[in-house]
């Protein structure tokens, strides 16, 4: 794959993600090549290629003779989805808090964790322009930029596979909830970078897994305060 058709691919993925968390396309909606290249003006090379890379994030699933659909609603798993952050967050966060030990002490200075953590506060700072604003479904996006930093932070690939593997769902459930939950959810993240940044694995670990529960519990009860759908 050219640079070119790459660059294209990433490009339209991310519409194509927005255009699923937002409803344009439906769960359980075919998505057509040929209708989908048409429509985000682009050939089908990386229409096919930002396809498998979403089949990648839990939003698109592709099944034989049948092509490829948008994913059920997260909402039929979230309880499953939050209960793997939990775990899997608090793990990044207490390895990520670990390797800030080492940095500080000099042990393993390491010029790609400078920059992924000069990326938070930027990622954090963005975050905060945008509660000002109030232009609350920009969050999405930045929060889970600055939850897929910190599993950079951590150093570990496997943490970061893992955190991909649900990341679609993830920002898929938080969009769903960013009005109520975002400008409470969006400070809890400096309490997590200062835990790591101390080097404080036991607290990061704590700190991390106390804001995915909020987020669960946050969720839930906007799930409860919404009026039955009629069958």
């Not at 659909?69 to 952050?85: C, K, Q």
């Not at 893992?162 to 969009?175: D, H, N, V």
Request: no cysteine.
């Amino acid at each position: 794959m050219t640079a070119k058709v790459e660059s294209s691919s990433v490009s339209v993925g991310a519409q194509i993600r927005q255009d699923i968390i937002h409803g344009v396309h439906p769960p359980g909606g075919k998505l057509r090549e040929a209708a989908l290249a048409k429509q985000y003006e682009v050939s089908r090379i990386p229409i096919r290629e930002a396809l498998r890379a979403l089949e990648a994030e839990g939003l698109v699933e592709s099944r034989a003779y049948s092509g490829s659909m948008v994913a059920p609603s997260p909402t039929e798993d979230a309880e499953d989805l939050f209960e793997i952050r939990i775990v899997l967050e608090s793990a990044t966060a207490k390895r990520a808090a670990k390797r800030a030990a080492q940095q500080s002490s000099g042990e393993a200075p390491d010029d790609r964790w400078r920059a992924i953590r000069k990326e938070i506060n930027e990622i954090l700072d963005a975050g905060d322009i945008v509660i000002d604003q109030e232009h609350y479904e920009d969050l999405a996006v930045l929060n889970m930029r600055f939850h897929f930093a910190i599993a950079e932070l951590s150093g570990s690939l496997s943490f970061v596979s893992l955190l991909r593997q649900i990341s679609g769902k993830i920002e898929w459930l938080y969009s769903l909830n960013v009005t109520r939950r975002g400008p409470q959810a969006w400070p809890e993240h400096r309490d997590i970078i200062a835990a790591i940044d101390a080097g404080q694995q036991s607290k990061a670990a704590e700190v991390m897994a106390r804001h995915v529960r909020r987020s669960r519990d946050s969720y839930f009860a906007m799930m409860a305060a919404q009026p039955e759908q009629s069958s």
